[in-house]
């Protein structure tokens, strides 16, 4: 069974401070996609991760997939209360070549950015 | 252009019922997945399909099953229902050749 461990699980923290989430496995995971997940919403893709190393920015996000692929960060700077939200990231195993992908999510990290 | 649509978007039943959840998928999109996300934890797959074919399976019971049609929207179905079948009920959709996954809303089901 391929489990991705999130960390930390709870984050409470003050606006324009920076953060680090961290997403980690002993599997290798093909790519990795990090979501953002309101209350009674579904997860809304943020980014895709495929190559180990592989750096991607998104505005004040910074996401980093391991060079063995099988761990991977989120940054974020100067965090805003609109960050607020339920970060998971979820890994793919692909089940066969053209029939998408299979997640394994993480249990994901609560944060929350007070004003 | 629309994105993913579930319905119904709440939905409460007795326990030992039966329960059909629907989705539809973006547009020229041809997998549909299914995932059960039970309060304060991640989303835990249950089924993929993809042109109309099963691909994929989850750790989940007989009593869940699913289809996809011709139009590659989807219904989840589960019978003798169970208080901890009580969940948001995520339908996800990909083209089928790529990895990445959007989800619609999702469908709270609620079991008393």
């Known amino acids: 069974t391929q489990l991705l461990e999130q960390s930390p699980q709870f984050l409470s923290i003050q606006e324009g401070e920076n953060l680090t989430v961290y997403c980690n496995s002993s599997?290798?995971?093909?790519?990795l996609q990090w979501y953002r997940q309101e209350p009674g919403e579904g997860p809304v893709l943020l980014v895709t991760?495929?190559?180990?190393?592989e750096v991607k920015k998104l505005k004040r996000l910074t996401f980093q997939f391991g060079d063995a692929r099988k761990d991977s960060s989120l940054h974020i700077t100067a965090a805003q209360p609109g960050d607020t939200g339920l970060y998971l990231c979820?890994?793919?195993?692909?089940?066969?070549?053209?029939?998408?992908?299979?997640?394994?999510f993480g249990e994901g990290t609560q944060l929350t950015v007070n004003p | 252009d629309a994105g993913v649509t579930q319905s119904p978007t709440h939905l409460i039943k007795t326990r030992g019922q039966h329960v059909t959840l629907r989705c539809s998928p973006i547009?020229?999109?041809?997998?549909v997945s299914w995932y059960q996300q039970v309060l304060g934890q991640g989303p835990q797959f249950i089924f993929q399909?993809?042109?109309?074919?099963?691909?994929g399976r989850g750790n989940f019971p007989d009593r869940f099953s699913a289809r996809q049609f011709p139009n590659y929207s989807s219904e989840l179905n589960v019978n003798a229902l169970l208080l901890g079948d009580s969940a948001l009920y995520l339908c996800?959709?990909?083209?089928?050749?790529?990895?990445?996954?959007?989800f619609g809303p999702g469908t709270r089901l609620t079991v008393t």
């Open positions: 599997s290798v995971f093909s790519s």
């Open positions: 979820a890994g793919d195993t692909s089940l066969q070549e053209t029939s998408g992908s299979r997640l394994t």
């Open positions: 547009s020229g999109h041809k997998s």
């Open positions: 996800a959709s990909s083209t089928g050749t790529s990895v990445e996954q959007y």
């Open positions: 399909y993809y042109e109309k074919e099963e691909r």
């Open positions: 991760v495929v190559t180990g190393g």
